[in-house]
Each structure stands twice: as C-alpha cells, then as structure tokens.
C-alpha cells in the first residue's frame, strides 16, 4: 500500500471511530439539541450569541453574553477560529446552525491521518503503521468539542520525529511548526 493510502485510511479510521462512539446525528449542522447540555451548552451559546454581535475590533468580543460585563467567543470555548470564519458565512447559514458536529469529525479524521504518519516514519509495515495510528485515535478527549483538536500536538510530534537532511529542511520545518 502506498504511504498515501495508509494515510487516507488512518483518517477513515479516526471518522469510523467517530461514527461508532458519537453517531451520524452530530454532523448535522442544524441538530442542536446533542450540544445543549453540560459543556456543549456554553459552547453553542457562546457561538450562537457571537453569531448575533456586530463586527467589532478586537475580533470575537461577545458582549450580550455575559451582561453587563460581556465576554469573547474564546472564553465560551466555540472554538473562536473557527467562529470568526461561520461568522462571515452567517448570512448562507439556516438559524439553526452548528459546526461542532463537523469539527469534532474533521478532528477525529485528522487524528488517524497523522497517528498514521507518526508512525510511517518508525516503520515501513503498512499494518503496524494503520494499528500505531489506530492507538491514537482512541484518546478519551477527542471527543470533547473544544479539546478535541490534538491533532495539532501529533503533527507537532510527526514534524520532530521525521528526518531531517539538511538545514534548508530544518528550517522550513520549524516555520510550518511555528505556523
């Protein structure tokens, strides 16, 4: 199997583990009701009451949320990147909108993919390369919607642990790190 493969595969890997512990219901982007209760509440409102806010500088200021003091999106942990971009598309999206759902599974995929390149640089098995990734995945926080993105620490590690020529390559390295 081309390292390609194993890759995209590693990633079907982290989207099934997905399917299977969560369900398909949470990537619908008009489905709230999974989000309204514990953490996810806070989370949604956060995003939902930015959504509503005008434009201000600094970016991400809520200050109906929270009166009278108000607050800023990344302090409802909505996953404030994220928020900013939904925000700009908010006029295309219904009333009813979540990207929570569709994270936590971009997250999940990534999660396999680079689980899988972590691995693709200690061994040439195809095999041990999909079971490495697979350990990755099962990582009891990636489901929490603003904690799920570990993916960032993995590719951070796969960017350590791979080879490194010459300096024009260390350096490169360190700026898509640094990015």
């Known amino acids: 199997m081309g390292r390609l493969i194993v890759l995209l595969v590693g990633g079907m890997l982290g989207v099934s583990w997905f399917y299977l512990t969560i369900g398909p219901s949470v990537l619908d982007p008009t489905h709230l009701g999974w989000l309204m209760q514990g953490d996810g ?3 949604v409102l956060g ?12 970016l991400g200021v809520v200050s109906s949320f929270g009166y009278p ?13 994220v928020a900013i971009v939904a925000k700009g598309l908010s006029p ?3 009333v009813d909108f979540q990207y929570f759902g569709l994270w936590l599974g971009l997250c999940c995929f990534l999660q396999g993919a680079l689980g899988v390149r972590i691995v ?3 061994s040439s098995s195809p095999l041990i390369q999909l079971l490495g990734g697979a350990f990755f995945i099962i990582d009891p926080l ?3 919607a603003t904690v799920g993105a570990h993916w960032l620490i993995l590719g951070v590690i796969w960017l350590h642990v791979r080879p490194c020529p010459d300096g024009v390559t260390q350096h ?5 790190a640094l990015a």
């Open 41 to 43: 509440a806070q989370h």
């Open 120 to 122: 693709q640089e200690l």
């Open 92 to 94: 295309l999206l219904r």
């Open 142 to 144: 990636l489901f929490r």
């Open 47 to 58: 995003w939902l009451f930015f959504r509503h806010e005008p434009w201000t500088f600094p």
């Open 172 to 176: 490169r390295i360190l700026k898509v």
């Open 69 to 81: 003091v108000g607050t800023t999106v990344g302090f409802t942990d909505a996953i404030p990147w």
